[in-house]
C-alpha cells in the first residue's frame, strides 16, 4: 500500500498535537492549518502566500491570525523562520527528538531554491564558545547559507 503525501502530513500534524499538549500548547485549528499548509508546500513559504491560502478555507483570516499562529509554531518548535528569504518552513528534526527551538542550519541553493535544514551541534558549540569569549549568551543560534545544492551541483 502506497501512502498519499496527506497521509503523512496528516501524521506528522498529530505528532505536532501531541508534542503541543505535552508542553500544555494547543494546536488549534487554524495553528493546525498554518502548519498543514507549510508543510505541504515542501519549501519556505511568506505569510503573505500563507495567508492567501488560508482565506480558501477561511475567508476571514487576516495577517494578525496568521502571524499569531506563526509565532505559536516556531515557538513550539514544529517551524523555523528562514530571515534571508522571510519565509517559513516545516522543522525536518519533527518527531526525531522532542520539539522545542533548537540551533539550526539551513542550506539554501540558489539555483532551486531549496531549504535544507542541518542540526550540527558542533557549529552550534562553536558560535556559543565564540560568542561566549566576548561575554555574550546566546539561546540559539540559527546560521543561513547560501549556495549550490548537491542535486543542481551534479547536474551543471
Ligand atoms: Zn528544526
Ligand atoms: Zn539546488
Known amino acids: 500500500m502506497t501512502k498519499k503525501p496527506g497521509d503523512r502530513i496528516a501524521r506528522q500534524l498529530d505528532q505536532a498535537a501531541e508534542a503541543c499538549a505535552a508542553k500544555g500548547g494547543r494546536l488549534t485549528d487554524i ?7 507549510i508543510i505541504g508546500s515542501g519549501g519556505p ?4 502566500a500563507l495567508l492567501d491560502q488560508l482565506k480558501a478555507e477561511r475567508a476571514n483570516a ?10 505559536f509554531l516556531m515557538e513550539n518548535g ?8 522571510n519565509a517559513f518552513v516545516a522543522c525536518t528534526e519533527s518527531g526525531d527528538h ?3 527551538e533548537h540551533s539550526v542550519q539551513f542550506l539554501i ?8 535544514e542541518m542540526e550540527d551541534h558542533g557549529i ?7 560568542a561566549g569569549r566576548t561575554g555574550f549568551r546566546p539561546d540559539h543560534a540559527t546560521v543561513e547559507v547560501e549556495g549550490t545544492c548537491g542535486s543542481c551541483t551534479s547536474a551543471a
Open 98 to 100: 522532542e520539539h522545542h
Open 124 to 130: 552550534a558549540a562553536a558560535v556559543s564558545k565564540a
Open 78 to 85: 514544529l517551524i523555523h523562520k528562514i530571515e534571508r528569504l
Open 31 to 37: 495553528r493546525r492549518s498554518v502548519l498543514a499548509l
Open 109 to 116: 541553493c540558489r539555483k532551486c531554491g531549496t531549504v535544507a
Open 45 to 48: 513559504v511568506g505569510a503573505y
Open 62 to 71: 487576516a495577517p494578525v491570525t496568521v502571524y499569531r499562529a506563526l509565532d
